[in-house]
């Protein structure tokens, strides 16, 4: 069954940019591992993911991994429930670190491609804060 959850965080204060680095490696790493897809974005001081997959292995993942890691807080779920099209399964084979305008860009525009997924266009207003 498709699930996705999506959330933003705030990022602990004095997080290096080693540390950051070593939270996308991570969750590149395990997400792909577990055929996760989706987005992960750093920018102002917060954490923005999106995730999709089994819902078994997203709801382990945010409720034991995600929500009791200390590198973050305020934690704001967005949306928590079953899809029947995830939205990232065209983009990309891997789950997605984006850390620059560029890969932000090519991730708006996918949504706007794909404008007619009832969720595109909440995840698009949500990414409009990351934009330089």
């Known amino acids: 069954m498709n699930h ?7 990022a602990k204060e004095g997080l290096t940019d080693l540390e950051i680095q070593e939270i996308f490696t991570t ?15 750093y920018g102002f001081g917060n954490f923005f993911q999106v995730l999709e997959g089994e819902k078994k292995i ?4 945010y409720l ?17 429930y079953h899809i029947k099209h995830p939205i ?3 983009y990309s084979s891997e789950f997605n670190i984006v850390k620059t305008n560029n890969q ?22 949500m990414l409009n804060p990351f934009l330089l």
Do not use: M, P, V
Not at 27 to 37: D, G, H, P, S
């Open 58 to 61: 997203i709801e382990d993942l």
């Open 88 to 90: 990232f399964e065209a």
């Open 4 to 10: 996705t959850i999506c959330y933003i965080s705030k």
């Open 27 to 41: 969750t590149q790493t395990r997400n792909n591992a577990e055929n996760i897809k989706g987005i992960l974005l």
């Open 104 to 125: 932000l860009d090519t991730i708006k525009a996918y949504l706007n491609q794909n404008s007619l997924h009832h969720l595109s266009k909440n995840i698009q207003r």
């Open 64 to 80: 034991h991994k995600i929500s009791e890691d200390k590198r973050h807080s305020d934690i704001l779920t967005i949306i928590n």
